[in-house]
């Protein structure tokens, strides 16, 4: 076990059309910790994960995952070390079947039968999905929450150390998002999770990193970070709405009873 699985210095990147994304970033993210990136649209969190599994390859700067410095020749080990979850499934997902889909990353590291099928059942099993019941299905045939099921198990089919989700809870219903919030808290992983979703960010994450215009402007406990009106408005970001309406953060909550509420429902 690594103590800091990924420790990021001084990376910055400009795209092609001059575009800077990211500037003088430094981060280490300690093992097993579960932590937030947060930030406005365009802040850079998915220019981001993109590096950490060597999909954009640092510039200027460097970046350690495990025991490696990410170069085009660490890649391999580099991606079995980290699997990254893309915010769209349609990215990860593009085999006949389930079962092919979630096959596809242990095959590619060359784990062959029986050991491969009962990878790809540990995985579905993992994220909820019935082995029986899906394994031949065709994922773009799936609703959003499946598909974004079949993506981290294709993922966890890897085991990798460090899971790195762009935002896992975008278009999940309530209860799909809850089961996810679920699956994400029980993995003994270390994770980093770009979300928009900050109630998520403070059911999973102790800690959180807000990118502002490609900068780290906060990196330290998400409490801390989400508590504070003035600086979240900064950066464009909003209270979570359990900060928002305090009274929900009360053991059963008296919305009832709530003054407005209880004339309201004497008018009603
Ligand atoms: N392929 C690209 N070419 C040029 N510029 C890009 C490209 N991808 C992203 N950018 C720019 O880089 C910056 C960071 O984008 P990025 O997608 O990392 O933001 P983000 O924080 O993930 O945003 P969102 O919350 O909308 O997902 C933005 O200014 C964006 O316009
Ligand atoms: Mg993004």
Same mark, same amino acid.
């Given at each position: 076990m690594?103590?800091? $699985? /990924?420790?990021?210095?001084?990376?910055?990147?400009?795209?092609?059309?001059?575009? #800077?994304?990211?500037?003088?970033?430094?981060?280490? /993210?300690?093992?097993?910790e579960r932590v937030a990136l947060i930030g406005a649209n365009g802040s850079g969190k998915s220019t981001l994960l993109l590096h950490l599994n060597g999909l954009l390859l640092p510039q200027t700067g460097g970046i350690v995952v495990g025991e490696h410095k990410m170069t085009p020749k660490t890649l391999k080990e580099i991606r079995n070390?980290?699997?990254?979850?893309? #915010?769209? $499934?349609?990215? #990860?997902?593009?085999? $006949?079947?389930?079962?092919?889909?979630?096959?596809?990353?242990?095959?590619?590291?060359?784990?062959?039968? $029986?050991?491969?099928?009962?990878?790809v059942k540990r995985a579905m099993a993992a994220v909820g999905l019935d082995f029986h019941r899906y394994a031949e299905r065709t994922a773009s045939n799936l609703s959003g929450g499946e598909q974004k099921r079949v993506a981290i198990a294709g993922v966890l089919a890897m085991q990798p150390q460090v899971l790195v989700l762009d935002e896992p809870s975008a278009q999940l219903d309530p209860a799909a998002r809850r089961q996810l919030i679920e699956l994400l808290g029980s993995l003994p992983l270390t994770q980093l999770i770009a979300t928009h979703d900050l109630d998520m960010a403070l059911d999973l994450c102790s800690s959180t990193i807000v990118l502002g215009q490609g900068r780290v402007v906060f990196s330290g406990p998400t409490e801390q970070v989400l508590s504070n009106p003035e600086f979240l408005d900064r950066y464009s970001l909003e209270p979570p709405l359990c900060y928002a309406r305090p009274y929900c953060q009360i053991e059963h909550a008296p919305c009832l009873s709530t003054p407005a509420l209880a004339s309201a429902e004497r008018m009603g």
């Open positions: 690594h103590h800091n $699985p /990924i420790s990021i210095t001084d990376l910055s990147y400009v795209y092609e059309d001059g575009t #800077q994304a990211l500037q003088e970033i430094n981060l280490e /993210i300690k093992a097993t070390f980290v699997g990254l979850v893309f #915010q769209n $499934p349609d990215d #990860q997902l593009f085999m $006949p079947t389930v079962w092919e889909d979630v096959a596809f990353g242990p095959l590619n590291q060359g784990v062959e039968e $029986p050991g491969l099928t009962d990878r």
